[in-house]
């Protein structure tokens, strides 16, 4: 059994009732991913992905990681052609905790320019493993091949250059005009 609404925001909300564990999912699913990036652009959806995790208007950098952990949850995000995914599994006990950092990752993120900087660099060293894994190789070239004239043709994770020298404002603004409530679809 299922419940679907929509917030006065935009936002669509499912709800799906489950007693097969006493666990909650906590999912925000965000309608873009790499396919909405135009040139110089290729690659902020997965950046950001990972910049939300590094501070918000309530979490200092780790914090969050540290709550859920601590409470005996898990936490990560992916980002695909169409979507990116935060999510929270959590003892249903904190099932506020889960909602609390979900929301405070994708609606306050503070997108501090050391943080920013730091985490570049954690996505070129990604972008640079990407490059010495055949499957990955051979993955990107079935889809650039494939899909040519189409986003689907470009890799998910971006380019080094793009990720190397895309500043602050470019971030926000992509952030401000694809991470909006209208966009999102939370499944609890």
């Given amino acids: 059994m299922y419940k679907k609404f929509q917030l006065d925001n935009g936002m669509n909300v499912i709800l799906v009732e489950s007693h097969k564990s006493p666990v909650v999912s906590v999912q925000l699913w965000v309608k873009t991913g790499s396919a909405d990036e135009v040139k110089g652009e290729e690659g902020l959806s997965h950046f950001i992905e990972h910049l939300v995790f590094k501070g918000t208007r309530k979490f200092k950098v780790g914090e969050i990681a540290s709550i859920i952990e601590g409470s005996g949850g898990e936490l990560n995000a992916y980002t695909s052609f169409d979507q990116t995914v935060f999510y929270v ?5 904190f099932t506020e905790v ?5 929301s405070e990752m994708v609606g306050f993120p503070k997108f501090e320019a050391e943080e920013i900087d730091n985490e570049r660099e954690v996505v070129l060293e990604e972008i640079k493993r990407g490059l010495d894994s055949p499957d990955r190789q051979a993955s990107q070239l079935l889809f650039s091949t494939m899909y040519s004239k189409h986003p689907y043709g470009r890799p998910v994770i971006g380019y080094e250059k793009v990720v190397k020298n895309v500043s602050r404002k470019k971030i926000l603004n992509y952030f401000h005009s694809r991470y909006v409530p209208t966009n999102m679809t939370l499944v609890v």
């Fill in 89 to 93: 599994t959590i003892s249903n006990k």
């Fill in 98 to 102: 889960g909602l609390e950092a979900v």
